[in-house]
């Protein structure tokens, strides 16, 4: 992926987002306190390594209670979260366009999805669970209106292409794209291709592994 800083390690990264996760479940159900050996089990993963992504942005209160979940909510929120909430636009507004606003919205998060694209004469200038959904033509002028940052990519693989050039002229500075075709943009647009197929033959690969290491 491309990034614009390199202080904190893309991994780090993903995982004091999930570890922001677990603390905000963990405080509803009016934990207060978790250890570090706590937080790592339940991301299966090492307390050495949760202390060392801590120590990476800087945190290291730990006490004999273990971390204070709240401090740690918030402290981690500094670092992942901008000052103001960022609106982001869905372009393509099909099965996982709606899929993903449905499960994103509410969640609370310091990220909105305020508004979708698409050509389909049937949702455009409707409204999809909330969201307004305009024509694709009006990508850059409404992006600029709206004050979107970053854009999800769920348009058919065939035109996704086509979206790059309308993206870089909105100004857009982050893109997550779901579609099967990797999108090359300039430095400073920071881009991150997901594949879901991608992901299942990494799984697929690593269970034919484990059963070729249990049979031999
Ligand atoms: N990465 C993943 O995990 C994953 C999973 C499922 C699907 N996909 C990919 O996501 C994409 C969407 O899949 P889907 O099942 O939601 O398809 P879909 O056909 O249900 O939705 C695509 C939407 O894009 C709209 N569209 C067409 N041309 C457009 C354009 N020029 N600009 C904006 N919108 C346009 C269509 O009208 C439609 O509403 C596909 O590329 C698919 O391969 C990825």
């Given amino acids: 992926m491309a990034s614009l800083t390199n202080s904190i390690p893309e991994k780090t990264i993903e995982r004091l987002s999930e570890y922001r996760r677990t603390l905000l479940a963990s405080h509803k159900q009016g934990i207060t306190h978790i250890f570090s050996h ?3 089990g339940i991301h299966g993963i090492t307390a050495v390594q949760v202390r060392r992504d801590l120590m990476l942005i800087g945190f290291s209160s730990d006490t004999k209670k273990g971390y204070d979940v709240q401090v740690l909510i918030d402290y981690i929120s500094r670092i992942l979260d901008s000052p103001s909430p960022m609106n982001i636009a869905v372009l393509g507004m099909g ?3 709606q899929a993903i606003t449905k499960y994103f919205n509410g969640k609370g998060l310091n990220l909105k999805i305020t508004a979708a694209f698409d050509v389909d004469p049937a949702k455009v200038s409707t409204t999809i669970d909330g969201i307004p959904c305009y024509h694709m033509d009006s990508f850059e002028e409404i992006a600029e209106e709206k004050d979107i940052s970053i854009v999800i990519v769920s348009s058919p693989t065939k035109v996704a292409p086509s979206l790059v050039v309308p993206i870089i002229n909105a100004g857009i500075k982050g893109v997550l794209n779901f579609t099967s075709t990797p999108l090359n943009f300039p430095q400073g647009i920071v881009v991150e291709n997901y594949d879901i197929t ?19």
């Fill in 38 to 40: 706590v937080l790592a």
């Fill in 95 to 97: 099965h996982l366009g």
């Fill in 198 to 216: 991608t992901l299942l033959e990494k799984v697929a690969y690593f269970v034919k592994e484990s059963e070729e290491n249990s049979n031999g």
